[in-house]
């Protein structure tokens, strides 16, 4: 298979003023798609067979290198862009609220966790809620990695390659994750995650 660049959910300008238009030309259009591009040139001379875009990942973290890297964050992205939401943000509703007050203590609790395991990602990388063994739990990830390959099922992801952010919110990494908590986090699509786990 082939990678290809996904369209956003939601119009460029849709999550202005926390998002705006400007990050996501830079991040969609050239960071995400330059991953597109590379990673079709490595995957030409491969010789991996997969289905999906995550039994990709899964053939190309075998392989690894700059290979891996492009697959992975071709998956991450696509992943990352549906946890962003117009209408996101605020405490979560549906199943996943449930689970995080039972794994977490409370979404105040959870949140804390999140931007916390966001921040202390040293460098570029993910700050990911997973599903593990029936527990929710924050995973951090450097780079390209993630945790599908280590058995996990991802439920959202926030970005924390300063490309992510650093448009809106120069070096303020807390404040880059509190609003995507506060103002875009897509808990419908945690849902939907939840629901496979």
Known sequence: MSLELPDLPFAKDALEPHMSAN???????????????????????????????????????KVGG?????????????????????NGGGAPTGDIAAKIDADFGSYEKFKSE????????FGSGWV??????????IVKTAN?????????????????????????FQNRRPDFLSSFLDNLVNWDFANENLAKA
Request: charge should be negative.
């Open 128 to 137: 990911w809620l997973v599903a593990d063994g029936g527990k929710l739990k």
């Open 23 to 61: 990050t996501l030309d830079f991040h969609h259009g050239k960071h995400h798609n330059a991953y597109v591009v590379k990673g079709n040139e490595l995957l030409a001379d491969a010789g991996l067979s997969a289905d999906t875009l995550e039994e990709l990942v899964m053939e190309a973290k």
């Open 114 to 121: 999140f931007v916390a395991g966001g921040v202390g990602q």
């Open 66 to 86: 700059p290979l891996f890297n492009n697959v992975g964050q071709c998956y991450n992205h696509s992943f990352f862009w549906n946890c962003l939401s117009p």
């Open 144 to 168: 390209a990695e993630t945790p599908l390959t280590d058995g996990m099922t991802p439920i959202l992801v926030a970005d924390v390659w300063e490309h992510a952010y650093y448009l809106d």
